[in-house]
């Protein structure tokens, strides 16, 4: 099996126990009742480590495929159920990773019969039914579908989930170190309260890297609804953000912004719960907060290619996924919240205390809609942005340490 970048998860346990214990019952029984005082074999092991030993692998229904081709975002899969998956059903898992929706789309549309599983975002997924590029999904063929929390069955942009599996769901605000930023980041600019602020913080400041979900927050700024962008708009926030990464130095990153904001090389971004739960475990300093407009929210799903010649055994691996042991595996993986209501039960509890599972209200809650051809303006707003904006150089060292005083000193009155 071909895997991507892989880390370490917390004291999983993924290839299945043997109790030899079971085969000597009989023994077990007499020394009990001799007075032998033999600890449970389950004692002191989590939930999802007591399923790892008792799982047995579902027999298919009917012949897998040999292969599976998958195409899923970077770090958001735990690998060792994918492990576990090819190794119960002997199916080689063939996967490449992506860093953002913006490199699926240019990959999917260019070459849509090389994969069988791809992870599209929303507003992606609606996009892909529009091309006919997806095929609709067997239900009959996910019983574990019957698990995800029922608002998703109703999100806009496919109604009753006829063409997706959603697995995991995360809204977008501002991830800030607060030994840093001294006040509540209600809104998707970067700026600082005074120019002081400003300069100190230059170089600590980032978007997330997709154009679509970038440039909807900008116009969110400007007062826009999150789809309701205009050419004049979208090129009025491209100067602006032109211009902002020069003055304040920012950067545009995907995977790496977690670690980047855990290990204080950024200390204000705005970008998704999940990537803020992810650097929140490793720097207790890090804080998550929604803007005070709508809150947007993105679902990750699989989808079957139609030019997929495995398309039942994709549907058998995506149900495998949505076991709730093992998509609370992924969450613990990722820091994602997962969209499986039974799962939180494996979920461990500082994830579902954190900015994972923060959730606005129904009513404030909106999803991005593909635009149709506007799409490819954010798009050739965004390689604008990426070609005009100045490189950000030399930024002030502040360690976790000095930050509080370097502050203060600048910002004297």
């Known amino acids: 099996m071909s895997l991507p970048d892989q880390r370490t998860g917390d004291g999983y346990q993924t290839r299945r126990g043997h109790l030899k214990a079971l085969a000597l019952g009989g023994l077990g029984l007499i020394a009990a009742g001799a007075g032998c005082n033999r600890r449970p074999a389950n004692e002191g092991l989590s939930r999802f480590e007591r399923w790892v030993r008792t799982h047995r692998p579902t027999p298919p229904p009917y012949q897998l495929a040999s292969r599976l081709r998958l195409l899923i975002w970077r770090e958001q899969l735990d690998p060792k159920m994918l492990e ?6 002997h199916v080689e898992l063939d996967v490449t990773s992506f860093e953002n929706n913006s490199e699926l ?8 019969e090389d994969f069988d599983v791809l992870m599209p975002s929303d507003y992606v997924v609606q996009r892909f039914i529009r091309q006919n590029l997806i095929a609709p999904i067997n239900k009959a063929n996910l019983p574990h579908l019957g698990g995800v929390s029922p608002i998703f069955f109703r999100s806009p942009y496919d109604p009753e989930l006829q063409y997706s599996v959603p697995l995991f769901h995360s809204y977008l605000g ?20 005074t120019r002081e602020e400003d300069l100190l913080m230059y170089g600590y400041r980032a978007l ?5 979900v970038a ?5 969110m700024d400007e007062g826009f609804g999150a789809n309701d962008a205009t050419m004049p708009a979208l090129q009025k926030v491209t100067d602006r953000l032109i211009a902002e990464t020069g003055e304040l130095g920012i950067r545009y990153l995907a995977s790496q912004l977690p670690t980047a904001l855990a290990l204080d090389e950024i200390k204000l971004a705005v970008t998704w719960s999940g990537d803020a739960a ?4 490793r720097n207790p300093e890090i804080r998550f907060v929604f803007p005070n407009r709508a809150k947007l929210v993105q679902i990750d799903s699989f989808v079957i290619p139609r030019a997929s010649k495995a398309k039942s055994t994709a549907e058998f691996f995506i149900n495998f996924m949505l076991d709730p042991a093992v998509s609370g595996a992924h969450t613990n993986y990722s820091l994602y919240a997962n969209t499986v209501e039974p799962a939180r039960a494996f979920v461990n509890r500082e994830i579902l205390l954190g900015p994972a599972y923060m959730k606005p209200a129904l009513r404030e809650r909106a999803f991005l809609a593909d635009l149709g051809p506007l799409e490819d303006e954010f798009e050739a707003q965004w390689k604008r942005l990426r070609l005009l904006a100045p490189k950000v150089t030399a930024k002030i060292p502040l360690s976790q340490h000095n930050d509080a005083q370097a502050f203060d000193a600048a910002t004297a009155r």
């Not at 991830?175 to 600082?192: D, H």
């Open 105 to 112: 789309k240019d990959i999917v549309e260019a070459r849509p």
């Open 215 to 219: 440039l909807t927050a900008a116009l």
């Open 84 to 89: 576990k998956f090819a190794e119960d059903y």
């Open 174 to 193: 501002t991830a800030f170190n607060r030994e840093s930023v001294r006040y509540i980041p209600k809104t998707f600019s970067l700026r600082m309260p």
């Open 278 to 281: 992810d650097a929140l475990k």
């Open 208 to 212: 997330f890297d997709e154009p679509r």
